[in-house]
């Protein structure tokens, strides 16, 4: 099998996906989608790449990061055209960086969420606010790995921060604050039916964001089964076969904060000692041929 693994910038996760897939004699080719260009006729949709034409995929598996995802989504979207497998579909790409669709999806589908409001309205900040008790987290509905958070401890600082985001021409979340998981909340690495890893993540010093790209720390750490069937259930409302899942244990139960498309492997991998890339490809080509095998017989 040929698989295509769609990337900007090859680093551990890459290296450790292409491993695993060589190990199983499976051919792997490094597609950096920014240099990807698409062409469309008739039935006969194409991506080319470094002046080749890559119409002999089996499989692809993105890993498409913020910045260009629209670009990254519409290569994937292409490949779809082409009947090449992939885990990571490209609506379901595009529906993780949209925070508020994300957070609407996962309500519809019952799974537990922080309280959240949307909004750009500035004039009404104590409306805004009258529902949640300080202090509050605000967020750039575009933000990603901590990035854009902010936590206001009271109205007036929360008042400075949404009229700033405003200045700057952005939609903002303002999510309640849960106390009980200050500065903590637990990766659950979904691959299929199953979770496969999970560590907790802990923040650095007093930072209430625990988010191991602002410096935190992570330890490994076992499910209960209602944390599994959270993590599995946000999973499926994303559409996301293969993705991170980012939750946080409170008074009521495990809240999820965020599913992500792209979960890199080096941190999981490394503190829980799994080998979690051996599980990507397994499922990868299990669907693959899967795919393969219907196509054939319905030919």
Same mark, same amino acid.
């Given at each position: 099998?040929?698989? @295509?693994?769609?990337?900007? !910038? ?24 920014? $240099? ?55 609506? /379901?790409? !595009? ?14 589908? *019952?799974? *537990? ?7 750009? $309205?500035?004039?009404?900040?104590? &409306? ?17 790995? @901590? #990035?854009?958070?902010?936590?206001? &401890? ?38 299929? #039916?199953?979770?496969? /890893? ?19 720390? @992570? !330890? ?10 959270? /993590?599995?259930? /946000?999973?499926?409302?994303? @559409? ?23 979960? *890199?492997? $080096?941190?999981?991998? &490394?503190?829980? *000692? ?10 990868? &080509? ?14």
């Amino acid at each position: 099998m040929k698989i @295509g693994i769609i990337t900007r !910038t090859p680093g551990y996760t890459v290296r450790r996906l292409r491993e695993e897939a060589e190990r199983r004699d499976h051919e792997v080719v490094t597609v950096k989608y920014p $240099e990807c260009y698409v062409e469309i006729q008739q039935d006969q949709p194409d991506v080319h790449y470094r002046g080749t034409v890559l119409n002999d995929l089996d499989a692809i598996i993105p890993r498409v990061m913020p910045g260009m995802t629209n670009y990254g989504a519409a290569i994937i979207r292409q490949f779809e055209m082409m009947g090449v497998y992939t885990p990571v579909k490209s609506i /379901a790409l !595009t529906r993780t960086r949209d925070k508020l669709r994300s957070l609407q999806l996962l309500s519809k589908a *019952g799974v *537990g969420i922080p309280r959240t409001i949307f909004s750009r $309205e500035t004039d009404r900040v104590d &409306e805004l606010l009258s529902g949640l008790e300080m202090p509050v987290i605000i967020k750039l509905a575009s933000g990603t790995q @901590g #990035n854009g958070v902010v936590l206001a &401890e009271t109205k007036k600082v929360a008042k400075s921060v949404i009229q700033a985001f405003y200045v700057n021409d952005t939609s903002f979340l303002i999510q309640e604050f849960i106390k009980e998981s200050a500065g903590t909340d637990i990766r659950a690495f979904v691959v299929g #039916n199953t979770v496969v /890893a999970s560590m907790k993540r802990q923040s650095l010093d007093d930072d209430f964001r625990s988010n191991i790209h602002q410096g935190g720390s @992570g !330890t490994a750490i076992k499910l209960d089964e209602a944390e599994k069937r959270v /993590a599995l259930r /946000a999973a499926k409302a994303m @559409g996301l076969p293969i993705c991170g899942v980012d939750l946080m244990r409170s008074d009521r139960g495990p809240l999820v904060l965020e599913v992500n498309s792209s979960p *890199g492997l $080096e941190g999981i991998e &490394e503190v829980t *000692g799994r080998n979690v890339a051996s599980k990507i490809i397994d499922y990868v &080509e299990m669907n693959a041929k899967r795919r393969n095998k219907k196509d054939k017989i319905g030919a």
